[in-house]
């Protein structure tokens, strides 16, 4: 079986690990570079940290290059709605990828509608790399800055459906589990 068949797999692998290894990490202060601030949680008894998984992503343009993308993020939540965080997925062209980003989140941002927010992430997506480096804007050697606005629907305290919207390119849909 060809290697990019178990590309999904082994993304998912590397997040996890990744995962397991970043909540010791933050105690220790080693994420203080990426996420200045860690220490000043508003409400220390919230969930600190926001899982995101995307089994599907949909391309306004239909391309027969296009491939699965499964994406595993983990952001830490920070006070007053802001968050940063990385992502590994595969990308549209199979493509191993991370993102690296910052953000906010604004939740009850509708009072008649409080289940619902908008959210807004903007950093460094790596991976869009040979013959498909063009497919994403400003791309200097695989590195390209990305601004991903989503939209969530709390299903409960911990859990959310989320959809991503990827440029003119896709949208990406998953859910969120916070910890």
Request: net charge positive; with cysteine.
């Amino acid at each position: 079986m060809p290697i990019r068949h178990h590309l999904p797999h082994t993304l998912l692998a590397l997040a996890a690990l990744a995962a397991l290894s970043v909540a010791p990490l933050a105690h220790a202060g080693v994420t203080d570079a990426i996420c200045p601030g860690l220490g000043n949680e508003a409400e220390p008894t919230r969930p600190r940290y926001e899982l995101f998984y995307s089994p599907y992503t949909h391309h306004w343009t239909y391309s027969p290059e296009h491939r699965t993308v499964h994406a595993l993020s983990l952001s830490r939540r920070l006070e007053n709605g802001r968050f940063c965080g990385f992502s590994l997925f595969n990308n549209s062209f199979g493509q191993p990828s991370a993102y690296v980003f910052v953000g906010k989140e604004w939740e009850g941002l509708f009072p008649s509608v409080p289940r619902l927010s908008l959210g807004v992430s903007g950093g460094i997506i790596y991976g869009y790399v040979g013959r498909f480096k063009d497919k994403v804007p400003l791309n200097v050697g695989g590195f390209a800055p990305a601004v991903i606005p989503s939209v969530s629907w709390r299903l409960t305290d911990q859990a959310a459906l989320q959809v991503q919207l990827l440029g003119t390119a896709a949208i990406m849909v998953g859910g969120t589990w916070r910890f």
